[in-house]
């Protein structure tokens, strides 16, 4: 592979699987920041990509049949890196169905739930306590799956570190925000410690890394993210 592969990026969970899988995979990529407080997630160069205007989108100029290919999704897109390089997803189709399994779940379950932690913890203009108390309850009961998960395996499908557990670091990353302690879940807390210990994972971790979303978040921000210019019809 000649050609860089181009990241459409911001420095968010969901931003932070991609450039550590391409970390981890040491393929060539360049990245195109989309800012998401000034809403670039708007631009109709980047919704061409990413219709559904989150990050991250990945272009690749050598897709399967040669010619290039974008995508939108963080799990098809950890998908597609590790089916173009043959690694990080198995072969063999018993343990491949269990590094899916998980991969959905962090997507489906994970990513959303605790996405709205983050949210109505940090994020929305006034407190609304039932709801800071719903999902702070619902991130601890996700983190009990996953530490019941690791008191069996040492990673998420089994034996060997895979995508899935690529796409739920970065949101085990933001426990503090979640309201969660990591003593709580030794079993999780082990996983997390050897994952950080990974040279590419601090490298995908560091992208752009000045950059995060800030707890203290301004009207003008906070509109483009989640009230009147999120909504707006395109």
Request: aromatic share 12%.
């Amino acid at each position: 592979m000649n050609a860089p592969l181009e990241l459409y990026y911001w420095a968010t969970p969901n931003g932070w699987k991609i450039s550590i899988m391409l970390e981890e995979l040491a393929l060539p990529y360049r990245v195109t920041p989309v800012n998401i407080s000034a809403g670039e997630q708007f631009e109709p160069a980047f919704l061409a990509i990413s219709p559904n205007n989150k990050i991250p989108a990945l272009r690749d100029p050598e897709g399967p049949d040669g010619e290039p290919i974008t995508l939108f999704e963080s799990g098809a897109i950890l998908w597609y890196l590790a089916e173009k390089t043959g690694r990080l997803l198995p072969a063999a189709p018993r343990e491949r169905y269990s590094v899916l399994q998980w991969l959905m779940f962090q997507v489906g379950n994970l990513g959303p739930l605790l996405g709205q932690a983050h949210h109505f913890r940090l994020y929305a203009p006034e407190p609304i306590p039932y709801a800071v108390e719903r999902y702070t309850d619902e991130a601890g009961r996700l983190y009990r799956v996953l530490d019941r998960r690791l008191e069996q395996a040492t990673y998420l499908a089994g034996d060997s570190y895979t995508i899935a557990d690529i796409a739920t670091l970065p949101w085990i990353a933001r426990h503090e925000r979640q309201g969660q302690r990591l003593a709580d879940f030794p079993s999780l807390r082990r996983w997390y410690q050897t994952l950080r210990a990974r040279p590419a994972v601090e490298r995908g971790l560091a992208l752009l890394a000045d950059r995060q979303l800030s707890a203290r978040m301004d009207d003008e921000s906070r509109s483009k993210l989640f009230g009147e210019d999120q909504f707006r019809r395109r």
